[in-house]
């Protein structure tokens, strides 16, 4: 199998979010890093493509020249895709770009500034057809597809709440001040758009619960709170959530809950009995049958669903984490890439990514929030009404 | 020492919570169950007085014979105290009329029905100075009570964000159908009130809050939810809180969250770290200092708080559960009893338990609530403004 | 329903397991306690009585006097057993003395300290006829009657491994020259017998597993150790254990294992799947069948055994714990009393109580245990050949 | 920096743990899969080859044209080392014939079949000095390294007592005959060695704990068992251990503990607290000094000892798993070749790995392990006398 080349643009030395995606796309040794426009500073972005290993003629000043030289060499020698890593303002603009001009674009969340901007993409999306996947990473879990299988096969019976909570602490004092990059720029409207704890991590949990039970949000009530001094966005949001199908929901974000990590946890409750799953236990999904013993199931077992077990490389209780769910998202985009390439047909097993259209419904559910928090009124209309189709590669 | 005399009215054979009281209060010793109306129904009354070896005399067939006997009796032969254990739309009358003629009381919870019944049985209290205890158990477990401690001695910093919830799952079906008693009149208004999951275990969430950081609600924000088709109360309830220090509070109850139990749980966030507790595992306390490992404190050793430590009869370990945390609020109500017959001081370690302020403020989040989840209106004014103390025993 | 009376040695003011006892037995309010011997100084014994509401004529100075006084009474007045809750060295005579005598009897662990002297125990009963049982307190636990259920439906297929365990530290440093009695007493060889860690702890792990599995030790290879510099008895055991159906097991004990508390802790593996229960989370029992998703078993359910049901006291989530599983060999004990009496057959599901052959083959495990470790052959004979019935309630 | 030329022989399609191996190695870039003899068979070996994308010139057919051809290359374009990963039988000539001619090696445990053959591999390290790694992979895990950090600088104290545990259940039934390669190899003595559990995974244990607490072994005494009919070798072990400090040890392995995944468990207990670590949790490492709380530590954390941290990729709460830790060990090895290469220092924080030293640890005690359990003996003299240094890198 010829791999398939994957260009970057942001994620230079010393970023974490860059160095992640890179370990997560070569995991499998179907994709190789050919060319790259690692930061917005020519000279770092060079620097670091020459840390990496990149060819010289492929390690770019920008990603303008990226998108230029790329576009001046023969179809078959181009990047394959491009991974747009950068911080979020700069998400629209080259993701927009590379899409119009034909590339496959994996781009990292929340997928733009605005419901304006993804509306762009969408149909920019819709008109090139190029593969465009959007890294809500936590749905690459193999016990999180296992979770979606069991709520289609109606096992939990018809969902009546689901609690979803995304519990960090990491700014729980004033780190942007203190030089690091990733809460400097995190916090910064100009970088990170009108939300902060939302933004980040509450897109998330919207994307968890999507991705896992498939409920739309009817209404919100949202409560945002800025409780570091001085500081330009939330850090702490609190949602009260009504979804079309009559369910209720609870949706927390925190990144000022001292002493979590990355608490990104779901509870999900039918008529027949719940479901709960943790991205720091991520090996493992509890199931609470109404009336039965709760069942632990366990990543690598034969009695998981396909889609769980093709997300898997190790055997049970060879635990696997947080990069290979990353891993498994870029797996699915490959074979998306390479079914495009190929007019054929994606292995099944690998048709669920996260894709432009969840990108714009966690942008619309971000502004939603945001809106809401500023309101006297209870509930605000939060549905996401997206023309066409919903899921690429349905 | 002599044995304080304990009359119960309510918690005839079968009654679940008749037998747990009677268990935690003689688990030490220092109480007897000397008189009893066991029942609203004479013959089963006087049949479960019989089958709980009642003394004939004192097996009475109702509350007021009881009353009056009592009354007649010596001062010094009278019970020392009443526990009122029937459904909740007894507790008024019955508190209200043991309070008047000069009893001690020991009251299950929610406290009464309306605000205006809470507030004439505040005044009856701070008129006769009886002691009157409304049994928030989880109150009285070990680990609840280092956790107040902690929060007190400034171990987290300012409080910023409470979650507490309650999830339960026995009414995810109509059971009150099914003839299960319990069921029957916790969802029948008229007994019950005008709450379901919020009266019956919201209530407790509520406490614990308060018992753990003393916090006191300004605004509420209440969605509840009947999901039971044909059930008359709501069986689910969700709520987004603002505290008068700035803190945010989410509180969540449900009897529909099939699968789960009895699942109490609270985290509470502080600048300087938080605090994790679960009733279903009530002998660990977790602490999450920021940057520092977390903490597993366990019930029973030298480390914890004096009154931690009081609140403990076995070696750490050996564990303690819900019928020794029940036990707790007795000895703590015996201590404040003799205290009280003999013109002293009761014992430091055993002055917290809760008390008819507690009730009223219950009753009071109860209203507030219902009234927030029927308004269009986001945040709703609900602080307590309670004259006077606030503890009966300070 | 007349309470049956309750006599008992040992357990004055202070002392730990007394206390526990009493609470045990009274829990149920089946059981009233009557008599007492509560010391072998004649003053404690009686200021203990005093403390604990004894009645003065029932309150004896020595163990002897109340043995005479009362045989003294009239049959229907005498108390209806003894619990004899003494430092080991004392059971023997205490419990031989009353058995001939004709009174039931309830004794701590473990049972006595030879071989010869249980054998006579066993001779005595089998005479008699009384009722008497050893406190293996930690059978009485829910969870565990469903693991022996489980086991004895064949769940687990054939048992091929048992893994044991004891873990306490408070040993861990010289504790016994600080003044605190029980270390004191635990660590006397005149008081507490031949063996340290495996005649306190040690003799739990065996019975726990004898209880579970009903396996049958053939052979033993064990490795006792004093850590504590000058420590008169062992502190830590390790033993390998045949079974006489093949299995293999594996039994740590250790008092001397830093940081843990009371870290009972059991895992069995049959042909079909394993088993795990922990004393510290009581109210979960873990099923691992093979190829399955583990099941996480909780008390009070409706899906676990009869025995387990009958052995619960609260509904699923209101946690019980270590008092209530005392509380329930008291409980079986009480029936037994009762259809001694009354010439029944006790209640199906309360037959179960550890009794004096478990008492006695305890004490041979001791022994052998003891041997082996001072022996540098590999196996040592361990099969236990008790004559006649192994259960005395079957 | 250059990337470092992998040669791997074994491993082909199929082969799980050549592609971990190859995930390891290649996750952080600074390794690339340069030529590979991925199978005994030769046709087999080239289409795995051409599957997995290695050119064409430096696919061999065979282990022995891949050493012969890479001689013939420059020294600059030779593979910089090979890693095996075939089955056991063919560790030793493959091993040994990369080293003499002066080729580093990585090689996966056991090493060899024989003390005899372990020995001549040490001194063909010692004669050639090329860096030699055994991949017991779990002691690349950021968490072993901070328990080892811990128990060097002290804070257990003197280390008084091990638990070491590798529980598996996958071989409970005759897996071997249902056509599963892993199954059939491993249970196979041609292939696999004297010995099937204890060969496996118990040598993993004895690592883990050497790892951790660089105690040194100087009796065992061994109960091996083989449960499955017609399996040809041991499939449980259970071992009672004398360290040469005086410490006592349990170690446990077994692959029929039905129900079990891979759970390898270790247990520190010192004169001043413990340790706890599970590889199925891998990101935790519970710490238990006496008379303190628990803690709870956390990969990736600021307050880790430095090797802790230089071992992890990711922020805390983005678990790291398997794959990391064995990438771990890659890095290890990769910073020591570099070293060797550049005649420097390799990086203080990457100079533990595990070298022929601890493989040829392992396979003594494999040995003495089956030794004993065939003796009626109960302590064999388990001492591992090796001539000169015992870590490659000190």
């Known amino acids: 199998m010829k791999k398939l080349k994957m260009g970057m643009v942001g994620g230079g030395s010393g970023a974490l979010i860059g160095a992640v995606h890179r370990r997560a796309a070569l995991m499998d040794g179907e994709i190789e890093f050919a060319a790259g426009a690692l930061s917005s500073t020519k000279e770092k972005a060079l620097a670091s493509g020459r840390d990496l ?15 230029e030289s790329e576009l001046g060499l023969p179809e078959q020698q181009r990047i394959d895709f491009v991974s747009v890593v950068t911080p979020n303002h700069l998400h629209f603009p080259v993701a927009h770009a590379f ?23 969408v149909e920019e999306v819709e008109k090139t057809s190029v593969v465009f996947a959007v890294t809500y990473n936590y749905s690459g879990y193999p016990m999180v597809k296992q979770a979606r299988h069991m709520v289609q096969k109606g096992e939990l019976g018809e969902i009546r709440k689901v609690i979803v909570e995304y519990n960090q602490g990491w ?11 990733q809460a400097e720029w995190r916090t910064d409207p100009a970088r990170s758009g009108i939300a902060g704890a939302v933004g980040d991590i509450g897109s998330h949990a919207e994307n968890l619960v999507s991705t896992i039970t498939g409920l739309e949000i009817s209404e919100i009530c949202a409560d945002l709170t800025t409780f570091v001094e001085g500081r330009r966005l939330d850090d702490d949001a609190n949602l009260l959530i009504h979804y079309t199908n009559g369910a209720k929901g609870v949706l927390i974000a925190s990144q000022v809950s001292a002493g979590e990590e990355n608490d990104l946890h779901i509870r999900v409750y039918g008529t027949e009995g719940g479901l709960e799953w943790r991205q720091e236990e991520p090996n493992h999904l509890i199931s609470k049958p ?9 990543r690598g077992n034969d009695y998981l669903c396909e889609e769980a077990k093709r997300a898997s490389r190790l055997p049970p ?7 290979e769910a990353f891993a498994n998202v870029y797996m699915s985009v490959g074979a998306a890439i390479r079914a495009r390439q190929e007019q054929a047909e994606p292995d099944e097993l690998l048709r669920n990514f996260p894709c432009v259209y969840d990108g714009a419904r966690g942008v619309h559910f971000i502004e939603k929030t945001v809106e809401s928090s500023r309101s ?5 209309d939060a549905r996401w009404r997206a023309a066409g ?3 690429q590669t349905l």
């Open 53 to 67: 290993g990149l060819p010289e003629e492929r390690n770019y000043a920008s990603w303008e020249e990226m998108l």
């Open 99 to 121: 899409a119009e001009a034909g590339f496959n674009v994996v781009l990292d969340k929340p997928m733009v500034h605005t419901s304006e901007q993804a509306q762009r993409l």
């Open 171 to 181: 700014l729980a004092t004033k780190l942007e001040d203190s030089g690091a990059k």
């Open 290 to 298: 109404m009336g039965a013993p709760a069942q632990v199931l366990k």
């Open 317 to 323: 209780g060879h635990p696997e984490a947080f990069i």
């Open 376 to 380: 006297t009124q209870k509930w605000l």
């Open 389 to 391: 189709r919903h899921r």
